[in-house]
């Protein structure tokens, strides 16, 4: 079991319980890792035991990194237990968000092949990467997240906050890019018209909870894909309206499409991606890699 050192007391707590199934049906070793190095030693130590993972998005994120890194992903079979902020890559393959109740699927669920997201230099995205208003509202955000952690607002608290105050200053001022979008090779916009956003998703949801990208599914061999041509204040303010009912895809405006490979070209653009902020960026092709490892999950998910 990998648990993140930086864990609160709260979450030792909740971990807790979960620990207690697990040790009730088989021996467990937990490993706290803050550092990358941290964790090769614990992936190397592990051998072909599987890997049961503490945390959101970016603990499993990391994870899978360094599996994928070390050419050891083929083979393994990863739990989940959802202890972070957002939980959004669990929320979208019908993990329980309950620790405890994820533990029980760790005994008793079924392995099931996933996707993943593959850059052209190698690097992983587990859920989703997004570029335009929503990586603008994760940059804004971050950096509220440091404001606030200098006057002591606590780690969980600043994971829940930062993002909303982000997406709510980029919403009063919000970016465009200009980039072209191509899908197996089908060019969906270029640089001649300014897109609010262009997301792509292995996961449906983003910030805990919101679904971006509504019709992905992790497990179908396919990158769901959606570029938002809302730029206009109305426009906007109808996309994020509707982006609360999940139906903002079903708008005219808003192309929605799905392929194996994904490039993003022009901008400059930031990317987010699992909750990570990167860029300014010029180009990023993505591709799928179907059933790149297993993950256990409740037998009807």
Known sequence: MITNAEAGTADEERLGAALGVLRAHASVEVAST????????????????????????????????ALHRRRDLERAVLGLIPLGTGN????????????????????????????????????????????????????????????????????????????????????????TVRVRVEV???????????????????????????????????????????VSRSTGPLARWLYGFRLGFASHHERDDVTYLRGERVSVSGGPFWCSADGELYGPERHRTWHVESAAYRLMLPSGA
Not at 194 to 216: C, H, K
Request: glycine share 16%.
């Open 34 to 65: 803050s550092r990358p190095g941290e964790l090769d030693g614990v992936l190397h130590r592990a051998g072909s035991r599987r890997i049961v993972v503490v945390g959101g998005d970016g603990s499993l994120h990391a994870v899978i990194a």
């Open 88 to 175: 959004d890559f669990a929320r979208g393959t019908g993990l329980p968000l309950d620790p405890e109740e994820a533990a029980q699927v760790v005994v008793h669920g079924v392995a099931k092949p996933m996707d993943l997201v593959v850059d052209e230099v190698g690097e992983i995205v587990v859920n989703s990467v997004h570029a335009g208003a929503g990586a603008e509202a994760s940059r804004r955000g971050s950096i509220w997240k440091d404001r606030l952690g200098s006057v002591g607002v606590g780690r969980v608290n600043l994971g829940r906050v930062g993002y909303p105050i982000g997406a709510a200053l980029t919403a009063i001022d919000p970016p």
């Open 184 to 226: 197996d090779g089908q060019v969906v916009c270029d640089v001649d018209e300014p897109v609010l956003m262009v997301a792509v998703g292995n996961g449906r949801s983003v910030g805990g909870g919101t679904d971006l990208i509504p019709e992905a599914e992790p497990r179908d061999g396919l990158l769901d894909v959606l």
